[in-house]
């Protein structure tokens, strides 16, 4: 996949996680079989900041052409999306939430190993 393919589809999905956690967290939280209580609402928002900052940093990033500053991006988001599939797997392998946690660990896992080899292409 091109790089700039790879951070389009990527910024894409991290703005839609933002937005749905912003706007809608309660409704994940009970997706994943736990309640709603304000200090999850609270935490799923919080966890929406970073993802809106990674949305931006990877569309404008999409567009410039290769030098140190994108290569650290992309190791960035490598790093960033191999500890969130770590951390998902984690949480779908204790039953701290229910099967739906897989979904977002593929995703993770998909976006972590498409910026390895990018990152790989680098080196």
């Not at 933002?18 to 009970?30: A, N, R, S, V």
């Not at 650290?72 to 797997?89: D, E, F, K, P, Y």
Request: charged content about 10%; aromatic content about 14%; hydrophobic content about 55%.
């Amino acid at each position: 996949m091109r790089l700039k393919t790879l951070l389009s589809t990527f910024a894409a999905a991290a703005a839609l996680i933002c937005l749905e956690f912003l706007i809608h967290p309660g409704f994940w939280i009970t997706l994943y079989g736990n309640t709603a209580d304000p200090q999850a609402v609270f935490l799923y928002r919080l966890i929406a900041a970073p993802f809106g900052g990674l949305a931006v940093m990877a569309w404008l990033g999409r567009s410039y052409s290769a030098s140190p500053s994108r290569e650290a991006m992309v190791r960035g988001l490598m790093v960033t999306n191999g500890m969130l599939a770590v951390i998902a797997v984690s949480g779908a392998l204790s039953g701290v939430y229910n099967m739906f946690t897989w979904g977002p660990a593929g995703l993770f896992l998909f976006f972590a190993i498409a910026f390895a080899k990018r990152h790989h292409q680098f080196a």
